[in-house]
């Protein structure tokens, strides 16, 4: 039982040692300097979530798409699929 743990304790640091190395070098930003308060960019960035422009975590800001077609016509579309008794839209795209 111990040799059991003891492998998988070390399969487990191995495991993040692969994973742990070092950022890659930027030199463009080794001698930065900021030209505006913490304040500021702060004020900033809450104005941009405001007007829905930032990024929240890993969420996308969500833009507003225009519709190639009217809803009609993609309810015509899935008439049409279920209609044809095929079992993937491509079948349906390839037969006309």
């Known amino acids: 039982m111990f040799k059991r743990s003891a ?6 640091l ?7 190395g070092e950022a890659t070098p930027m030199p463009e930003f080794e001698n930065f300097q900021s030209t505006k308060t913490r304040a500021e960019v702060r004020a ?3 104005q941009a979530r ?15 798409a225009e519709s190639m077609r ?5 309810r015509e579309e899935l008439n049409a699929f279920i209609a044809s008794g095929a079992r993937d839209a491509e ?3 390839q037969a006309g």
């Open 70 to 74: 009217s809803r009609a016509e993609v």
């Open 50 to 64: 405001a007007e829905g422009l930032a990024m929240v975590g890993e969420a996308m800001p969500l833009i507003p």
């Open 44 to 46: 900033e960035l809450m």
């Open 14 to 20: 191995f495991a993040g040692s692969v994973f742990a």
């Open 7 to 12: 492998l998988a304790a070390a399969g487990l």
């Open 91 to 93: 079948a349906v795209s």
